[in-house]
C-alpha cells in the first residue's frame, strides 16, 4: 500500500514558469509534510515542510499549498529555473523527527 | 540548514566482503537517526531507525543480521553490510534529526559490490 501517491512522475516546465507537484496521503495521523529536492548522486535537500495547521506556506519561490480535508498537498515553484531540474519528493511522517514516507519522485525538467 | 555527512561518498567492494557505511551530524546531536535506500530513479525506502545508545529498529524485510547499525554518540551511526552481493548495490543514505525536528540527509553513499 503506498502510503504518500505523487504525480506527475516528470513534468518539463518553460523558463519562468510555474511547476506544480501534487502529493496525496492516506493516513490521517500524519503531521508532518515536507518537501525534498534531490540532485542525481547526491542526498536529498529540505526545501519546505508544512503542518496541517497552516493551509499555506510560502519561502521564496517554493509554496506548499496543504488541504486538510482532501489529504492532499502540492509543491509551487515559481518562475522556474533550469537550475530548479532535479528530482522532487514529498514526505510525511506522524510527526516532526520521526520517519519519513515518500512518494515516489517527481522529476522536473526546466528548459531555457 | 543542517549538516549531515555520510562517508565514503561511493565504495565497490568485492562480494562476501563487509563495507562500515559512516553517518556523522557535524553541527548538532541526534538523538535518532534514519537508514534508506535508493535504487536508480526510484524512491527512498526506509531500512532502520537508528536511536543512541539503544538497538536499531528494522523495517520489514530488512535483514538485520547484514545491515548492522550502530548509534554509538550523538553524532554518529553507522551502517554495516556484511557478506555483500552484487544485489545489495544501491545508493545507501542516512538522515539526522534535529532538535527542531527538522531531517537533514547526507550526501549519500554509492555501494557497488563486484
Known amino acids: 500500500q503506498q502510503q504518500v501517491k505523487q504525480s506527475p512522475q516528470s513534468l518539463i516546465v518553460q523558463k519562468g514558469g510555474i511547476s506544480i507537484i501534487n502529493c496525496a496521503y492516506e493516513?490521517?495521523?500524519?503531521?508532518?509534510f515536507p518537501w525534498y529536492q534531490q540532485f542525481p548522486g547526491k542526498g536529498p535537500a529540505l526545501l519546505i515542510a508544512?503542518?496541517?495547521?497552516?493551509s499555506e506556506k510560502k519561502e521564496g519561490r517554493f509554496t506548499i499549498s496543504f488541504n486538510k480535508s482532501a489529504k492532499q498537498f502540492s509543491l509551487h515553484i515559481m518562475d522556474s529555473q533550469p537550475g530548479d531540474s532535479a528530482t522532487y519528493f514529498c514526505?510525511?511522517?506522524?510527526?516532526?523527527?520521526?520517519?519519513?514516507?515518500f512518494g515516489k519522485g517527481t522529476t522536473l525538467s526546466v528548459s531555457s | 540548514g543542517a549538516v549531515v555527512s555520510q562517508h565514503p561518498s561511493w565504495v565497490i567492494c568485492k562480494s562476501g566482503t563487509s563495507v562500515k557505511i559512516e553517518c556523522r551530524s557535524l553541527?548538532?546531536?541526534?538523538?535518532?537517526m534514519f537508514w534508506y535506500r535508493q535504487f536508480p530513479k526510484q524512491s527512498l525506502m526506509l531500512m532502520a531507525t537508528?536511536?543512541?545508545?539503544?538497538?536499531?529498529?528494522?523495517e520489514q524485510g530488512v535483514e538485520k543480521d547484514k545491515f548492522l547499525i550502530n548509534h554509538a554518540s550523538l553524532t554518529l551511526s553507522t551502517l554495516t553490510v556484511t557478506s555483500a552481493h552484487p544485489e545489495d548495490s544501491s545508493f545507501y543514505i542516512c538522515?539526522?534529526?534535529?532538535?527542531?525536528?527538522?531531517?537533514?540527509f547526507g550526501q549519500g553513499t554509492r555501494l557497488t559490490v563486484v
Open positions: 537508528s536511536n543512541e545508545g539503544s538497538k536499531a529498529t528494522y
Open positions: 493516513n490521517t495521523a500524519f503531521d508532518y
Open positions: 538522515s539526522a534529526v534535529k532538535g527542531t525536528g527538522l531531517t537533514f
Open positions: 553541527d548538532f546531536q541526534a538523538t535518532t
Open positions: 508544512i503542518r496541517p495547521d497552516v
Open positions: 514526505a510525511a511522517s506522524k510527526q516532526a523527527g520521526t520517519a519519513l514516507i
